[in-house]
């Protein structure tokens, strides 16, 4: 592997006002973020506030059902962003490396510009230092590298990393497209390529693994005429090739999907940012979507965060942290 650099198209078949959800990495084949199995019921939320830009930092929450998430420490930030062109820690993503334990987190560090941020942690509570990545430095001409997730893929025995950049003049709106790098010690990546482009501007993807099923949430970017939804498709693997997308499973204005299983049912929580609150949604076979965003409780002012499974030991130890 080389640093970020050379430019490739691997297309297989994405403007926002914010930016990561994903999950926690599992030794399935091409595990997905936010996976967990039906006993699995503690589960951590990494969250930013939009309310500051995202300059205060990511902050946690956990939950012992699924559905109602806690603060930890009173919903202080855990972590403050240092790095990037606006120094921002928007779309917080976490994945755990089923090789080491440690958690990897990326984020979204600026409205625009070619880096997204990175760092680690054992327990999710102490970081090591942070850094930038370049992930678009090969791309003259790039607006913004929004909203970055990462899964492990256990066949390639590496990280992928994703997120949305619009390059060229695009309009007000932008015209995303996703791109994605690999790595497999976070200091070495292989060169940035196109992964997804549908034909129409698309941002905030993020996987699941279902049975033998690999599945990828993102949204519909575009505006005019009035989209703004999530829908969901098949991948062959996390950079594809991609099938075609479903009818949107949450109303108009939804953005930074992340998706877990409780009792057998895909949850995909969602930003309903217009509205400044969160929604949710369950399906058993990905084809009839329900609401269940009166049984949640999320932390207040929570904006585009990523719900992982977590262990009960994990749990307790923030738990403790109050």
Excluded at 33 to 62: S, W
Excluded at 90 to 100: E, H, K
Aim: aromatic share 10%.
């Amino acid at each position: 592997m080389s640093p970020i650099g050379d430019h490739g198209d691997m297309t297989m078949q994405p403007t926002r006002r914010l930016f990561c959800a994903g999950l926690a990495a599992t030794a399935a084949t091409a595990a997905a973020p936010a996976l967990a199995a039906a006993k699995d019921r503690h589960f951590a939320f990494t969250y930013f506030r939009n309310a500051d830009d995202g300059g205060a930092g990511m902050r946690l929450a956990i939950s012992d059902d699924g559905f109602t998430y806690r603060p930890v420490r009173g919903g202080a930030p855990v972590v403050v962003p240092q790095v990037g062109e606006n120094k921002l820690m928007r779309d917080p993503c976490v994945a755990r490396d089923p090789r080491t334990g440690l958690y990897h987190m990326v984020w979204t560090t600026s409205w625009t510009g070619q880096t997204i941020g990175h760092a680690s942690s054992r327990d999710l509570i102490d970081w090591s230092a942070q850094q930038a990545v370049p992930v678009m430095a090969a791309f003259p001409g790039t607006r913004n590298s929004w909203a970055p997730e990462l899964i492990w893929d256990d066949t390639k025995r590496h990280f992928v990393i994703f997120w949305s950049s619009t390059v060229g003049a695009a309009g007000k709106e932008g015209d995303h497209r996703l791109y994605a790098t690999t790595t497999t010690d976070f200091r070495t990546f292989t060169p940035t390529r196109k992964i997804y482009d549908p034909g129409f501007s698309v941002i905030d993807a993020t996987f699941q693994r279902i049975g033998h099923r690999l599945i990828m949430f993102v949204k519909d970017e575009r505006k005019e005429p009035l989209r703004k939804v999530i829908q969901w498709c098949e991948a062959k693997s996390p950079t594809g090739p991609f099938g075609p997308l479903s009818p949107p499973i949450t109303p108009a204005w939804s953005e930074g999907p992340t998706a877990i299983q409780v009792d057998g049912e895909t949850v995909v929580f969602f930003d309903r940012y217009i509205d400044k609150r969160y929604a949710a949604v369950a399906s058993r076979d990905l084809k009839t979507w329900r609401d269940v965003s009166d049984r949640i409780t999320m932390p207040p002012g929570a904006n585009h965060g990523t719900i992982i499974p977590i262990d009960p030991a994990r749990y307790n130890a923030l738990a403790a942290l109050g």
